[in-house]
């Protein structure tokens, strides 16, 4: 998942193109990032599927099913109570 930026600029009004000030947010994790990740997850490939989970998750903290992969991933690497430390 590429780690994306957008910027757009609110203004109280009928501002000063000066006096408006940037916001912003990272777009939700799209289905095939997703995907990917659970593709690795299951060959086996722990670390990068890992990897991509918290990506997706910094994106978009809410998202239930990532934390689920996530934690069920910690528990077979041995770590079954790493996500209650990590994120609670």
């Known amino acids: 998942?590429?780690?994306v930026m957008v910027t757009s600029y609110?203004?109280?009004?009928?501002?000063p193109i000066a006096d408006m000030k940037p916001k912003t947010f990272?777009?939700?994790a799209r289905r095939?990032?997703?995907d990917k990740a659970i593709?690795?997850?299951?060959?086996?490939n722990l670390e990068e599927a890992?990897?991509?989970y918290e990506q997706i998750l910094a994106a978009?903290?809410?998202h239930a099913s990532v934390w689920h992969f996530?934690?069920?991933?910690?528990?077979q690497s041995g770590d079954s109570d790493g996500g209650r430390r990590e994120h609670f």
């Open 60 to 62: 978009d903290p809410r």
């Open 39 to 44: 593709a690795l997850h299951r060959a086996g």
């Open 50 to 52: 890992r990897r991509r």
């Open 70 to 75: 996530l934690g069920v991933l910690q528990h």
């Open 10 to 15: 609110q203004t109280g009004g009928a501002a």
């Open 26 to 28: 990272r777009l939700a």
């Open 1 to 3: 998942m590429t780690d």
């Open 32 to 34: 095939v990032d997703i």
